[in-house]
């Protein structure tokens, strides 16, 4: 079955801390990879995207994720979190032959950032 | 670029009552649009996958008469909740991806329509 699982619901992590958020997708065909911020209220805003090609991908924000075909992950990260990172994070995977467009969503995690 | 607009953002209906939530691609054609609902702290429930100029693609177990969806054009779609009860009270998201670019595209999200029913 084709999912996605972010295993941390809620991180809290101190301002200008690094930042890891875990994300692992099932996925029948080639993935295509996406990484979602939410603020409260508001819609998602896409922070980056794997397709192909080089596997570390650079986002908006300072943000980077890595896609690990061998372990089905697609983590994000940031070398140093700001105040303004605190927000949702959704990681979604699409594509695969006869592509829709539509995306599986993870669950979710929640960032916390300490001052 | 790739702006998704959504209307209006907050909505507050007495129970009985249609509502209806606009979805418009602002610089750029959506042959496809995706209706989503959205639980507090839950994740993104898919309802529905809009197509111009043709019937709406339902997910599994949603109402297709209670959720109206029209696509007429290539930049706007709208999500019609029809005699709205509380428990359609949510948060419903719009997204739209880019037309003509292959599968890969990503979707584009407007912000959100936050619908109270009294």
């Known amino acids: 079955a084709q999912s996605v699982t972010q295993p941390d619901i809620h991180i809290t992590v101190s301002e200008g801390a690094s930042l890891e958020l875990r994300c692992n997708y099932s996925?029948?065909?080639?993935?295509?990879l996406f990484w979602y911020v939410q603020s409260p209220g508001q819609g998602l805003q896409l922070l980056l995207k794997?397709?192909?090609?080089?596997?570390l991908v650079q986002g908006i924000k300072g943000f980077e994720a890595e896609f690990k075909r061998s372990q089905s992950s697609f983590n994000l990260r940031k070398p140093s979190v700001h105040w303004s990172d605190a927000a949702e994070y959704f990681c979604a995977v699409g594509g695969g032959s006869g592509n829709t467009g539509k995306l599986i969503f993870g669950q979710g995690t929640t960032l916390q950032v300490k001052p | 670029g790739a702006v998704v607009s959504q209307h209006p953002s907050w909505v507050i209906c007495k129970s009985g009552t249609s509502v209806k939530i606009e979805c418009r691609s602002l610089d750029f054609q959506a042959t496809t649009m995706f209706w989503y609902r959205q639980f507090p702290k839950q994740s993104l429930m898919l309802m529905a996958t809009?197509?111009?100029?043709?019937?709406?693609?339902?997910e599994q177990g949603v109402e297709k008469d209670k959720f109206l969806i029209n696509h007429a054009s290539l930049t706007l779609s709208t999500l019609t909740v029809t005699s709205a009860h509380p428990e359609d009270s949510s948060f419903y998201i719009c997204?739209?991806?880019?037309?003509?670019?292959?599968?890969?595209?990503?979707?584009?999200f407007g912000d959100g329509t936050r619908l109270s029913i009294l």
């Open positions: 997204s739209a991806r880019v037309q003509g670019l292959g599968g890969n595209q990503p979707q584009h």
């Open positions: 794997y397709f192909s090609g080089d596997t």
């Open positions: 809009s197509n111009e100029g043709s019937k709406a693609t339902y």
């Open positions: 996925y029948g065909a080639t993935p295509y």
